[in-house]
């Protein structure tokens, strides 16, 4: 059982590339989230999925997308990077939407140069 | 107002201290409270719900005040091990996130 994993671990990119992190979780867990974690700027929800083919906006959408084709896997997407996109991205699963634990994967570091 | 605050910290304690931690939130009508733990550059797992009428599990207790809008953390005995930091989460039912919302976080450090 690995609970949450995301690829890749690390990534550089160059301002205009585009990259797609990918979440996987093996615990039947309806509900994905992906957060972006910056200094000073705490956890911040990008995108969520209540479950196979739905996606939904967080607080701070613009410049992502995502897609939930398999319930295990949830994608996220940057289309043109730019430097301000630089910063620790989190994946994370829950069974329930408000009431239960979230699981967190070991995160993404991506810098933009 | 952010919708939760927390004192960044950091609170340096020597092992054996006990130490607590506030945190406030601007939403009256939130109603799941959560402690999460983040060791430096890992994630955050979960370390405690927090219920109305308060819990402990062995070190740690957590204290919710609907009235004050504020919960907070209380660790006894500080052991080394407990040095990280602590996020303070709610729930805001039907928000525009409808999620959990983070707080910075508290910076906790053990020293021996």
């Known amino acids: 059982n690995a609970g949450v994993t995301q690829t890749p671990k690390f990534r550089v990119l160059k301002t205009g590339q585009s990259m797609t992190l990918l979440c996987a979780q093996d615990m039947n867990h309806e509900y994905m989230y992906w957060y972006r974690q910056d200094p000073g700027m705490g956890l911040r929800l990008i995108h969520y999925?209540?479950?196979?083919?739905?996606?939904a906006k967080g607080e701070v959408p613009d410049g992502y997308n995502v897609s939930r084709l398999k319930k295990q896997n949830f994608l996220l997407g940057l289309e043109s990077a730019a430097p301000s996109q630089t910063s620790v991205y989190f994946c994370?699963?829950?069974?329930?939407?408000?009431?239960?634990?979230?699981?967190f994967g070991p995160g993404t570091r991506l810098t933009v140069l | 107002r952010k919708e939760v605050e927390q004192d960044p910290g950091p609170f340096n304690v020597p092992e054996g201290a006990t130490v607590a931690f506030n945190c406030t939130y601007s939403n009256s009508a939130s109603q799941s409270f959560f402690w999460y733990r983040q060791d430096c550059r890992k994630e955050p797992k979960l370390l405690m719900s927090?219920?109305?009428s308060g819990n402990e599990d062995g070190r740690f207790t957590a204290q919710l005040n609907r009235a004050s809008q504020y919960i907070s953390l209380l660790i006894r005995d500080s052991k080394l091990s407990d040095s990280a930091t602590y996020l303070c989460v709610v729930t805001n039912y039907g928000g525009s996130q409808g999620n959990l919302i983070f707080g910075k976080g508290t910076k906790l450090s053990v020293k021996p």
């Open positions: 927090v219920y109305s």
């Open positions: 994370a699963s829950s069974y329930s939407r408000y009431t239960d634990t979230q699981y």
């Open positions: 999925s209540v479950g196979e083919g739905t996606t």
